[in-house]
């Protein structure tokens, strides 16, 4: 595996857990939805990417899945966040705030100096 | 952890039945939810599905990237990998077979005999810094081990000297008996008391020597080995201390060895005393004891710098020889390992070489079997290249074949290492050092398996490593083969280790045949004899040991069915009788020589029966008569070389001689016969002159050893019940050695035989691998070329012109292999030569008889392919693909 798919897949798997402590349980499809919505249709979600990302979070104890009956009574397979989970958002949420404000405070200095 | 975890997760889906209907049915369900979307935003059906299949993409994409996250992907080729290689291995069991056969050949008998040869050569002695260990003394003609006398010992222990710390033992090992309850006969050493301390040697329990208990009148005390203390006193610690009766004397326990502790003569030995030197044994000018010395060398120092820095000692020491013997007399310091191994060395190696050897050619052919195999599946290879298996997969798939077939060709190997060595102990002669302690050695066996590994994989990888063409894909290899050059540097390789290997066999074949064929000098056939030795402490002294023999005499005369009966004090043709040297023979009238020893000359004291017994001719006189043994006469018998270098060109009988003999001048003696030479000093060594003596009852000297010999027509088995019931009755705590006389002189070829029968089995090994390893070869040569073949045909070549061209393909490459060869030879015979006797160091006939039997095995394993080549239609191999 590549680096940048290792960095797609590192901010994927942020979005998602968001996503599912924000919505609760919910299908990977509604997942998917969801976090296009909030991108303002700036994000596509690539359905290869999704589910291995889907997959891994679950091998690694951060979500749980089950089988269960959607809104519209289409079985579908429901996620939901772990307490692991709940934490390792809460780390990678702080991360990358720290991230973006060392990122933000290069940025602006790079533009006071030129 | 997490990720530990997903780890493992991983791991058992590699192994699970995950299936991917969960997949399938979340894909399924994903699109529909998609669908309903779609539906509700006011698409038409159609518009719906196609849109949500769109937005989907590549469903088995998706499926892929999800395979590759639930298992372990590589896990899953490797295993892929190995089910492939295992069913295409399956399809060519012969080629399986003849892989791993080779390699367990070669990975077998390397690491047998490495286990043997590892404790001779290699293993450090189980002594601290033993590389500074050192045995050290004068060699002189008459003993053929170093040693020192008492007083010149004692005399460079007071001077300086290069030696952090020495020590001294009594030659040879003493019998002892406990004396008390549950009387035993134990195996006794006398060593000074700096013993243990020189080798850095402390017992488990109690106390090591000191000086005290060597002084003259100090209270006797003994280390026991550990085995005595587990065998006879259960580990009891408050062993230390007690008293024990030795020899019907008492003494005191006072420590117990360490169980891996061994004596630097690698006798066996049960207990250990110290060694008393009274004022009068240190006399320079009268030295009676002789003394084996051990030394630790100072650190820094090597043994050439100790010969050095013994050289004024020695010379001073020199004063004390008599004038006359002094130039053969000379200093020797040599590592402790040298000492022991001595002439199990040049065996040991050529054995290494020659298994190396055998190594070498399992590897070769390894090589040339995976080479041959690479080359007939380019076709393959290409297949599997077309259809997009990238070049790193396709090394990756030959590596797991090599490596298949390394390991179980290590596993097997294992097993006839095993078996080999089994053998070599059941089959080995006694004295070959340290073989009871050869074990399995896994460093080796991961070497050898190692080294077949590394050809594999080398081969192996080769054709792999090609970027498959379009060109193999039509599977026409119809040009020369590439790399043929490389097979005909194998076939030749091949040719000279098995050249090597049957010249060596050759050689000690031809040395083991003359051995048995030397002439002894007496007649071994229905001949059996019985070696007796006397306890000190119940036959004290000369009278005792006489009246003992004399019964014996009486008791065994009467042997039912009748027969010859003899004594004497030794026994031909090994070595171990008594000595003196030529010079300390007078011959009335004649002046003494004033330069040198003359060598040694034996001696033996016999019963009037003992030249009958042994078959030993009297070529002038007469042999002993009852009458010799009266107290007035002093006949003596003398063997042909004495007699003609005491006597040339005169008549001997009726000539006085008279000989020193325990530093006591003995008495004129008449010769009275000659007696045909008898080999004495073991079947290689030139005969020592001797004469011999009759035994009387009258001797003054110590006989508490001696020989029962028997000539007679019954079984051994029932002379040696019958003589063990005589013997029994006058006294049962006697112990008896029986042995018929040919095996004595068989025994002494044992070694030989034993190095013999084992390069003989490597040399059939060798040639084995060679010839498979040249009939495969020519048989692939074939195999490319058929079709050529078919058009040679066709065109009017005869069969035999065909057999022709494929043999002279392999001309080249033997003539190579053996040139190669013969100089290998040429170097292996110079390290054999002292492993070799009556073979003459540039023995033509035999190279040539060797040469002739490995062209014969070449042009076999050739013709075979060859002529099927020749059988080939036409037809068919024009359309051969």
């Known amino acids: 595996m590549g680096d940048k798919a290792d960095v797609w897949q590192g901010t994927l798997a942020l979005m998602v857990l968001k996503t599912l402590e924000a919505m609760g349980p919910l299908h990977g499809y509604g997942i998917a939805r969801r976090i296009e919505q909030t991108s303002g249709d700036l994000l596509s979600v690539n359905y290869g990417t999704l589910y291995p990302a889907l997959l891994k979070l679950e091998q690694e104890g951060h979500i749980d899945s089950e089988w269960g009956v959607s809104d519209n009574n289409r079985k579908a397979k429901f996620y939901k966040l772990t307490r692991a989970g709940k934490k390792q958002l809460d780390r990678e949420t702080r991360d990358w705030r720290q991230t973006q404000e060392i990122l933000a405070k290069f940025l602006g200095a790079r533009e006071q100096t030129s | 952890m997490r990720s530990l975890r997903a780890f493992l997760v991983r791991l058992c889906n590699a192994f699970g039945t995950t299936s991917d209907a969960e997949l399938s049915e979340e894909l399924e369900s994903h699109l529909q939810l998609h669908i309903d979307d779609n539906l509700r935003a006011g698409m038409t059906p159609r518009q719906a599905r196609r849109e949500a299949l769109m937005k989907l993409g590549g469903v088995e994409q998706a499926k892929e990237a999800y395979r590759d996250r639930r298992g372990l992907p590589w896990?899953?080729?490797?295993?892929?990998?190995?089910?492939?290689?295992?069913?295409?291995?399956?399809?060519?069991?012969?080629?399986?077979?003849?892989?791993?056969?080779?390699?367990?050949?070669?990975?077998?008998?390397?690491?047998?005999?490495?286990?043997?040869?590892?404790r001779v050569l290699f293993r450090s002695l189980p002594y601290p810094e033993a590389d500074r260990i050192v045995s050290f003394g004068v060699k002189a003609p008459f003993e053929g081990l170093e040693f020192m006398l008492a007083p010149e010992y004692a005399v460079l222990q007071a001077q300086q000297n290069p030696f952090e710390s020495m020590t001294s033992l009594a030659p040879g090992g003493t019998d002892c008996d406990i004396t008390e309850q549950n009387p035993v006969r134990l195996n006794c050493a006398v060593v000074e008391s700096t013993f243990l301390s020189t080798f850095t040697i402390h017992p488990v329990i109690g106390r090591d020597f000191v000086e005290e208990d060597g002084r003259p009148g100090a209270p006797q005390v003994a280390l026991i080995s550990y085995g005595l203390w587990r065998s006879r006193f259960g580990r009891d610690p408050k062993v230390v201390g007690r008293e024990l009766s030795v020899n019907a004397k008492p003494l005191e326990i006072i420590g117990v060895l360490p169980a891996n502790f061994e004596m630097p003569n690698l006798a066996k030995v049960d207990m250990l005393f110290p060694q008393v030197l009274d004022q009068a044994s240190l006399d320079r000018n009268n030295p009676r004891i002789l003394l084996r010395a051990i030394a630790r060398l100072k650190p820094g120092v090597t043994v050439p710098e100790a010969i050095a820095q013994l050289q004024p000692w020695f010379r001073d020491s020199l004063r004390f020889v008599p004038a006359p013997f002094r130039a053969e007399v000379s200093l020797r310091v040599r590592s402790l390992r040298d000492r022991q191994t001595g002439d199990s060395r040049v065996g040991a190696w050529v054995l290494l070489g020659a298994v190396i050897?055998?190594?070498?050619?399992?590897?070769?052919?390894?090589?040339?079997?995976?080479?041959?195999?690479?080359?007939?599946?380019?076709?393959?290879?290409?297949?599997?290249?077309?259809?997009g298996a990238s070049r790193a997969r396709l090394i990756r798939q030959a590596l797991t074949e090599s490596l298949l077939l390394a390991i179980a060709g290590g596993v097997a190997g294992w097993g006839l290492?095993?078996?080999?060595?089994?053998?070599?102990?059941?089959?080995?002669?006694?004295?070959?050092?340290?073989?009871e302690q050869a074990s399995l050695d896994f460093r080796v066996l991961l070497f050898c398996s190692g080294a077949s590994l590394l050809a594999g994989v080398l081969f192996g990888v080769v054709t792999a490593l090609n970027k498959p063409t379009a060109e193999w894909l039509v599977g026409r290899s119809s040009n020369t083969p590439r790399r043929g050059w490389l097979r005909q540097g194998l076939v030749a390789a091949q040719i000279a280790f098995s050249l090597i290997l049957l010249a060596g066999a050759g050689m000690l074949l031809r040395t083991l045949w003359n051995l048995q064929n030397v002439p002894t000098g007496l007649d071994a056939q229905n001949v059996v004899a019985a070696q007796i030795s006397l306890a000190e402490h119940r036959y004290p002294n000369t009278t005792k040991q006489l009246a003992f023999f004399q019964e014996l005499e009486t008791k065994l005369g009467r042997l039912p069915g009748g027969g010859v009966l003899a004594l004497s004090d030794t026994l031909p043709p090994s070595g171990g009788m008594q000595a003196t040297f030529f010079a300390s023979i007078e011959v009335p009238g004649r002046p003494r020589p004033s330069q040198g020893t003359?060598?040694?000359?034996?001696?033996?004291?016999?019963?009037?029966?003992?030249?009958?017994?042994?078959?030993?001719?009297?070529?002038?006189?007469?042999?002993?008569?009852?009458?010799?043994?009266?107290?007035?006469?002093?006949?003596?018998?003398?063997?042909?070389?004495?007699?003609?270098?005491?006597?040339?060109?005169?008549?001997?009988?009726?000539?006085?001689?008279?000989?020193?003999?325990?530093?006591?001048?003995?008495?004129?003696?008449?010769?009275?016969g000659v007696a045909r030479n008898v080999k004495n000093t073991g079947l290689i060594a030139e005969a020592d002159p001797?004469?011999?003596?009759?035994?009387?009852?009258?001797?003054?000297?110590?006989?508490?050893?001696?020989?029962?010999?028997?000539?007679?027509?019954l079984t051994e088995a029932s002379i040696v019940s019958w003589t063990r019931s005589q013997i029994a009755e006058i006294d049962p705590t006697?112990?008896?050695?029986?042995?018929?006389?040919?095996?004595?002189?068989?025994?002494?070829?044992?070694?030989?035989?034993?190095?013999?029968?084992?390069?003989?089995?490597?040399?059939?090994?060798?040639?084995?691998?060679?010839?498979?390893?040249?009939?495969?070869?020519?048989?692939?040569?074939?195999?490319?070329?058929?079709?050529?073949?078919?058009?040679?045909?066709?065109?009017?070549?005869?069969?035999?012109?065909?057999?022709?061209?494929?043999?002279?393909?392999?001309?080249?490459?033997?003539?190579?292999?053996?040139?190669?060869g013969l100089a290998?030879?040429?170097?292996?015979?110079?390290?054999?030569?002292?492993?070799?006797?009556?073979?003459?160091?540039?023995?033509?006939?035999?190279?040539?008889?060797?040469l002739a039997?490995?062209?014969?095995?070449?042009l076999l394993a050739a013709w075979v392919p060859a002529r099927r080549a020749s059988k080939v239609d036409p037809m068919v191999a024009l359309r051969y693909e």
């Open chain 2, 690 to 713: 001797e004469f011999y003596i009759p035994w009387k009852d009258d001797l003054e000297t110590y006989i508490g050893r001696g020989f029962v010999i028997f000539r007679s027509a």
């Open chain 2, 417 to 435: 290492a095993y078996l080999l060595l089994r053998v070599f102990l059941a089959i080995a002669p006694e004295g070959m050092v340290r073989l």
């Open chain 2, 357 to 387: 050897a055998v190594l070498l050619l399992a590897c070769v052919n390894v090589a040339n079997l995976l080479l041959v195999r690479a080359a007939s599946r380019r076709r393959e290879l290409a297949v599997r290249a077309a259809l």
């Open chain 2, 853 to 858: 039997v490995l062209l014969l095995v070449v």
């Open chain 2, 734 to 820: 006697v112990p008896v050695e029986f042995s018929s006389m040919s095996t004595r002189v068989e025994k002494l070829a044992a070694r030989p035989r034993f190095n013999a029968v084992l390069l003989s089995t490597f040399a059939a090994m060798g040639v084995v691998l060679a010839a498979l390893g040249i009939y495969g070869v020519v048989s692939f040569y074939v195999s490319q070329r058929t079709k050529e073949i078919g058009v040679r045909m066709a065109l009017g070549a005869s069969t035999a012109g065909i057999s022709r061209m494929v043999l002279i393909s392999m001309a080249t490459s033997t003539v190579i292999g053996a040139i190669l």
């Open chain 2, 824 to 850: 290998g030879t040429w170097f292996g015979a110079r390290l054999m030569e002292s492993l070799l006797f009556g073979v003459p160091p540039h023995e033509h006939r035999l190279l040539l008889a060797v």
């Open chain 2, 75 to 118: 896990l899953e080729t490797t295993w892929q990998d190995l089910r492939y290689t295992a069913r295409t291995l399956s399809m060519r069991p012969g080629f399986v077979i003849a892989a791993v056969l080779t390699a367990a050949l070669g990975i077998g008998a390397t690491t047998a005999v490495f286990s043997v040869v590892d």
């Open chain 2, 598 to 672: 003359g060598g040694m000359v034996g001696w033996r004291m016999v019963t009037p029966n003992y030249f009958q017994a042994l078959g030993i001719p009297i070529v002038q006189g007469r042999g002993f008569t009852e009458a010799d043994r009266a107290p007035s006469e002093q006949p003596v018998i003398l063997s042909e070389s004495l007699a003609s270098r005491l006597f040339p060109g005169e008549e001997p009988c009726g000539k006085t001689i008279r000989f020193t003999a325990f530093d006591r001048q003995g008495p004129w003696r008449t010769v009275v």
